[in-house]
């Protein structure tokens, strides 16, 4: 089972990007799918982005043509590039790997927009 370790949060002014990186502890390749969560406080955790083994995508709508998944399987990592942020992106993200034989969830980093 890896264990994953979020970095890239920060503060940042609307409109602005960032990157968070998803570093695994282990090999990637064999994982199902690679995801990105997020969750502010007193609201249930949503999901974000996912990327599979084959590179295949998917996106809440929230999300849409200002985000981009990518996995790197070399570095055993998973990024997510944000652009176009807006305060309403200000939450804890954590990445997620679905394994066939496990589930593991990353300790987080905090995405502040402001206004």
């Known amino acids: 089972q890896v264990q994953l370790v979020e970095s890239g949060g920060g503060l940042v002014q609307a409109g602005g990007s960032l990157r968070l990186s998803c570093a695994a502890s282990?090999?990637?390749?064999?994982?199902?799918?690679m995801a990105w969560y997020r969750q502010t406080p007193g609201k249930q955790r949503e999901s974000v982005a996912a990327?599979?083994?084959?590179?295949?995508?998917d996106y809440a709508d929230f999300v849409k043509g200002r985000f981009t998944i990518s996995r790197d399987n070399a570095k055993n990592t998973v990024y997510l590039q944000m652009n176009s942020l807006k305060p309403e992106d200000t939450a804890v993200y954590y990445c997620?790997?679905?394994?066939?034989?496990?589930?593991?969830w990353g300790q987080g980093t905090q995405v502040t927009v402001s206004s």
């Open positions: 997620r790997a679905l394994h066939k034989y496990y589930d593991s």
């Open positions: 282990g090999s990637i390749i064999a994982i199902n799918a």
């Open positions: 990327i599979t083994s084959g590179g295949s995508t």
